[in-house]
């Protein structure tokens, strides 16, 4: 009663916008009546018409009715023919349909359409595409995988074509020249990474004009949006290359004491299953003593989850019912020191939930018997204190302590690190679940869809942990060049879009990250499909029994089958299981999507079986064959419970399209890992309570609501995952944008030397700051002999001994800049400016690519300041402003050290070091006056290896489009006022951009 009350009031607001759109869909349809009396060289007239009135000040909402209009009214004219699509004849018969427009208008207004399997999500596409691409600005489609990307572009590019559009297609194996021509079409097609690794190629590993792509970032439909913003957003976009150092870490130097950890627990284990069974035995019916006997068993299943003998245990009702009570009295605060002394007496503990594993004071005696500190951290703080009061030590003698404190704490912490890793890989990762070896490499198995992701690896260490685990070559540490996660990359877009079939139960995710709402779109027909209840069953075995009876009777009557697996595991089990019963079947093990989508769309032919993980050929229509609505239409089973209901709902979306019959039904049993992990109470515990006897199946709609109770548990812990790796990534993303800001205008400036002065002259307040601070004699001195070093100005330290900070300022700025001035007389303008370029770039990419080693592992190390009861990202949060900082000066120092040392050809370097030779002395403790010549000859001998040659005129860098700024171009120099609650500041806008960014201040003038 209350649920179809409840059920009356749901989706109203998706209602009230359907109708909000009812004019706006008529007026379209009355406009593309009119449209069928022009010529077709009228109606593509009508393109460059729009794009016209659009740069006379028309928006695009304008333009919209009759844009929408021509899309339509062009795929009705093209009804009838026939087009190549990948290589094959495809006919076309499409025809917008209203809700196909109204998808259309919740793209075109920043929405996610969520329409069902079969609503025509590639043709609704096309609407908004063609309406923004009017702007004249590139607009991109994303799809899951290459072979998609091209069908569809190839599919709809007729269309677009018709129209007078141009249509490209970004494929993996391109070469920049391609890619830039296809990004310079209206409409560009591809995946998410390919267009992220495209960006990342352009703004930070690009040397010259023609690697550069990409135009802006404008407008971006993703098609299977809930995919990419949501599964794989959890993998970064990453180009790495070999790391200059490489310091492998010890993995195969403590692989054989985690074997023999792991085996001890294996052996321990097996005693107590094997304890447990005899107090049972002695117990008989004595329900205390059954009780007290659950001791042994709760730490096998702390211990080791998976052990078999603990799983079959558990399908004696009793047994189940008796350890459940004893998990939830032992977890209470009552019995912490029975629990963690319980806990004690294994080798180490697993959590499954969160996937970790933690040694206990037994496993890191067995591991280090001699040495009760070796899993101490040391408190270096405090060891430096320590070493700094001891004041009979020289200078030097200290310093060494210390640099052997840093390496010890260095050494143990990666210890700590290998052996936590190995343990995961060895306790928590199974090879051909999680991960399968093919070829002497570990790839990483995608959960979700089941495919294979070569070229994937985990991150911090633990893919080595692996690959050492399987004796496979262990790969080199590599060095990252440039980083940007999914969620970043497609935040960086003016408008962004989603279409799918499963997206309401991410609402909160879309909206709270990204910005997106969900809108659901009505089906053209009303829907036929049968949801059954699941059906539960104690024991995997019973589940795959039943399984193939559906099967079997289905395929008698000749009513196709998808059955849906979880893993690639399970499918070739099944298969063994057809096989067996002599049932012709196919199988997707999802490795090559083109082949996917043929077996897929013959899925729905008569008396067909076919068996795919979950995801596997995604965004293939099932269309029935002749006779198959008659014997029921498609019947999809899924095999178990996925941990996400978007991934379930997906698989019973694939039939039933259009109107068609079909039926959906999910076979679970008490084995699967979301029912043991994460359904153990509420109406399950009240079905285990009641002796489910073996064989019984049982079925009813509250055991669906309690599974789907379970799913959002899961969904809620990995959302929670997710937006807490963005929380940190956002701030990486912010210096980001930083960078790559200043390195970009470097490249489009026809001044750069604006920003070399820039860094010069923040390097030269820092510096002198310090100096005025410091007031003495030897602190000028010694800054007299940097200045000297880096720049021809021949700077006495009398001439700014009693100068104030800001004479000192202005004296040596303009002594700099008289003395490059200067410069111009025997270098070519041109080739000046380049060699600029050149070394803003350089030292940016440089000192970028080494920030990204260190934030990296900050990141790997800040989480263990959570046991010191500080909160790491607190923690990452100010530490890494303080590696930021260290990176802006390094970059400025570099580019002090630089820009006098470099020239653009021989000639111009000979006649600069003829100059510095004959103006410059340096000066400075211990230095004593140098000989003439003494600077020429340090400039020379310290040049930039990696500057241009001698000989070149010029230095091409490449153009890079910007970074969309939140902020306004304001300088770097330039005094604003900022503002925070009641709390205002007046400071320079190079130290109030990150307070602005990552604090919550706000900019006021």
């Known amino acids: 009663m209350i649920s179809s009350i409840l059920k009356k009031f749901s989706g109203r607001h998706y209602k009230k916008y359907q109708k909000q759109c009812e004019p706006l869909i008529a007026r379209i349809n009355s406009l593309e009546t009119e449209l069928q009396s022009l010529s077709d060289a009228q109606l593509q007239a009508k393109t460059g018409e729009y794009m016209e009135r659009f740069q006379k000040g028309e928006t695009l909402d304008d333009l919209l009715p009759e844009a929408f209009a021509t899309v339509k009214n062009a795929a009705r004219r093209m009804c009838g023919q026939s087009y190549d699509v990948c290589d094959h004849p495809l006919p076309w018969n499409m025809v917008h ?54 069908r569809d572009s190839e599919w709809m590019g007729h269309l677009f074509r018709f129209l007078g559009l141009s249509v490209g297609c970004i494929q993996n194996s391109m070469d920049p020249a391609t890619r830039r021509e296809k990004y310079g079409c209206n409409i560009t097609y591809g995946t998410a990474s390919e267009f992220g690794f495209d960006y990342l190629r352009d703004n930070g590993m690009a040397s010259s004009k023609a690697d550069q792509v990409q135009r802006d970032h404008f407008f971006c439909i993703i098609d299977e949006v809930d995919s990419i913003l949501v599964d794989e957003a959890r993998t970064p976009l990453i180009i790495s290359g070999p790391m200059q150092d490489d310091n492998p870490l010890p993995f195969l130097q403590h692989k054989p004491g985690i074997q023999k950890l792991v085996a001890r627990q294996q052996s321990y284990c097996a005693e107590l299953v094997k304890e447990t069974k005899k107090a049972l035995e002695e117990a008989g019916d004595d329900a205390l003593a059954q009780q007290e006997a659950m001791a042994p068993l709760w730490k096998v299943k702390q211990g080791m989850p998976k052990n078999p003998d603990l799983m079959q245990m558990n399908e004696e009702v009793a047994i189940r019912r008796a350890l459940d009570k004893f998990d939830l009295e032992i977890n209470s605060d009552l019995q912490k020191v029975q629990r963690y002394a319980l806990k004690e007496e294994l080798f180490y503990v697993i959590d499954e939930k969160n996937q970790q594993a933690d040694l206990t004071e037994k496993g890191r005696a067995l591991l280090s018997p001699n040495d009760p500190d070796a899993f101490m951290l040391p408190d270096l703080p405090t060891q430096f204190m320590e070493i700094d009061k001891q004041a009979e030590a020289e200078a030097e003698a200290k310093q060494a302590q210390k640099q052997q404190a840093e390496a010890h704490f260095q050494q143990t912490s990666e210890r700590i690190h290998c052996i936590s890793q190995l343990l995961r890989a060895y306790s928590l990762f199974e090879r051909d679940k999680e991960y399968v070896v093919q070829s002497n490499k570990v790839n990483i198995v995608d959960q979700n869809t089941g495919r294979v992701m070569p070229g994937r690896r985990w991150s911090d260490g633990l893919h080595q942990a692996i690959e050492a685990k399987e004796n496979c070559t262990i790969e080199k540490e590599t060095k990252t060049y440039a980083t940007v996660t ?11 879009a989603g279409m799918t079939g499963t997206a309401e139960t991410e609402a909160a995710e879309f909206n709270e990250i990204y910005g997106l709402s969900v809108m659901i779109i009505p089906t053209n027909k009303p829907c036929q499909r049968e949801d059954r209840n699941d059906v539960i069953f104690k024991t995997r075995r019973q589940k795959f029994a039943a399984v193939l009876r559906d099967i079997e009777e289905a395929h008698n009557q000749g009513q196709p089958v998808l059955i849906g697996t979880a893993s690639v595991e399970a499918s070739e089990a099944l298969s063994q299981v057809l096989k067996r019963a002599k049932i012709v079947h196919s199988v997707l093990n999802a490795k090559y999507h083109e082949k996917e989508a043929e077996i897929v769309a013959r899925a729905g032919q008569k008396g067909a079986v076919t068996i795919a993980t979950n995801m596997a050929g995604r965004g293939t229509d099932i269309k029935l064959g002749d006779g198959v609505p008659d014997a029921g239409g498609l019947l999809v089973i899924g095999t178990e419970r996925h941990e996400s209901r978007r991934i379930d709902r997906q698989l019973r979306g694939r039939c039933a399209r259009q109107g068609d019959p079909g039926m959906s039904k999910f076979f679970v049993s008490l084995e699967d890992d979301l029912m043991r992990l994460f359904a153990n109470a509420g109406p399950i515990s009240k079905v285990l309570e009641k002796s489910m006897s073996e064989g019984e199946e049982l079925e009813h709609g509250m055991l669906n609501w309690s599974i789907e109770n379970a799913q959002k548990k899961v969904e809620q812990q990995n959302f929670s995952i997710r937006k807490r790796l963005l929380q940190f990534d956002d701030v990486l993303n912010t210096q980001r944008e930083v960078v790559y800001g200043i390195r970009n205008d470097a490249i489009q400036s026809d001044t750069p030397r604006d920003i070399v002065f820039e860094m010069i002259e923040e390097e030269m307040e820092e510096r002198l700051t310090v100096l005025d601070e410091s007031k003495d004699g030897e602190s000028l001195e010694q800054f007299t002999a940097w200045a000297n070093a880096y720049f021809p100005i021949s700077l006495k330290s009398a001439d700014i001994a009693d100068c104030t900070i800001e004479a000192r300022h202005e004296k040596i700025l303009a002594d700099i800049r008289q003395a490059y001035e200067a410069r111009e007389a025997f270098e070519e303008k041109e080739a000046l400016v380049g060699l600029e370029r050149y070394v803003v770039i350089r030292s940016l990419d440089r000192r970028w690519q080494d920030h990204l080693t260190e934030m990296e592992e900050l990141r790997r190390a800040v989480n263990l300041r959570g046991y010191g009861q500080k909160d790491p990202l607190n923690e990452y949060k100010s530490e890494a402003f303080r590696f930021f900082e260290e990176l802006m000066a390094n970059v400025r120092t570099e580019i002090c050290q630089t820009i006098f040392r470099a020239a653009t050809s021989q000639k111009a370097f000979e006649s600069m070091l003829s100059r510095m030779s004959g103006q410059v002395s340096v000066a400075g403790p211990g230095t004593g006056q140098s000989e003439p010549g003494a600077m020429a000859a340090a400039a020379a001998a310290q040049a930039d290896p990696n500057a241009p040659a001698p000989g070149k005129k010029s230095v091409e860098l490449p153009k890079v489009e910007p970074v969309r700024r939140e902020l306004p171009k304001i300088g ?23 307070l602005i960014r990552s604090e919550g201040w706000q900019l006021v003038s």
Do not use: W
């Open 97 to 150: 349909y209203d809700v196909q427009l109204l998808g259309g208008i919740a793209l075109h207004q920043t929405r996610i359409a969520e329409m069902a399997t079969g609503e025509g999500k590639t043709l609704v596409s096309t609407c908004p595409l063609y309406l923004n691409a009017l702007s004249g600005r590139n607009c991109q489609l994303v799809t899951v995988n290459d072979y998609l990307a091209r």
């Open 486 to 496: 999914i969620q970043n990359y497609f935040r960086m877009y003016e408008k962004i």
């Open 972 to 994: 770097r120099n330039d005094t604003v006022t900022i503002r925070k609650g009641d709390e205002e500041r007046q400071l320079k806008f190079k130290k109030a951009e990150p």
